[in-house]
């Protein structure tokens, strides 16, 4: 089913410091992951994808990790810097279908 | 990935009226998808627009309160018809490219009174 939540939970780390944002996802058909963030005023902004031949992928200072077995995917930021401060979305996509179902958001509060 | 642009930023609209959104992409684009993005929520789709044929709807979104236009491979419009203070949101147009990315543009911030 899809996720639409209402409350944002927020993620308060110290900069410098690493974060992990987590998502679990509904549908064990997705194979299809996009993570975005999105700040105060802007439009959601593609950070990194994953397909669910793989397990694991590695960006400039961000890597996303996907459980298939428990349907969990995470993002991982290392050395978080205060321009990381955002909204950041899950988003999965199941097969040939073009549509993407979004998760609820985390916002991420990056300490000076 | 392609520049996209939406018209206007942000408007501020009274009840009972109609606002159309303007979405125009820098490169041609064969899928384009309009989002709403309500305070402090995540985003929901609204439907994709086709070019030469009639947008598809999701479930909850009509063609009477959401018509839209997509004249050719780079542009499309939303208009949210007769508003009322619950269409109040954050509209997003976004583009599909590659095998399955998706973009968005910076979004209409749309207030109703």
């Known amino acids: 089913g899809e996720s639409v939540g209402l409350h944002l939970p927020t993620l308060s780390v110290q900069e410098g410091d690493n974060s992990i944002i987590n998502c679990a996802y509904s549908n064990s058909a997705s194979d299809y992951f996009i993570w975005y963030k999105q700040e105060s005023g802007k439009g959601p902004q593609f950070i990194i994808d994953i397909r669910s031949n793989m397990d694991k992928r590695q960006g400039q200072r961000v890597t996303v990790l996907l459980n298939k077995t428990v349907k969990h995917l995470s993002l991982q930021i290392a050395a978080t810097q205060p321009g990381d401060s955002a909204v950041y979305f899950c988003?999965?996509?199941?097969?040939?279908?073009?549509?993407?179902?979004f998760g609820s958001g985390t916002r991420l509060l990056v300490r000076p | 990935s392609a520049v996209i642009s939406q018209k206007p930023s942000r408007d501020i609209c009274q009840r009972g009226t109609s606002l159309t959104i303007q979405c125009q992409v820098d490169s041609q684009v064969t899928m384009m998808f309009w989002y709403r993005q309500q305070p402090g929520q995540s985003l929901t789709l609204i439907a994709t627009?086709?070019?030469?044929?009639?947008?598809?709807?999701e479930s909850g979104f009509v063609i009477d309160k959401f018509p839209i236009s997509r004249p050719n491979l780079t542009f499309s419009t939303l208009t949210v018809s007769n508003m009322s203070p619950e269409d109040s949101s954050i509209y997003l147009c976004s583009v599909r490219q590659g095998d399955n990315e998706q973009f968005f543009g910076p979004g209409t911030r749309l207030t109703v009174l």
């Open positions: 988003a999965e996509k199941a097969g040939s279908s073009y549509k993407l179902i």
């Open positions: 627009a086709n070019q030469g044929s009639e947008a598809t709807y």
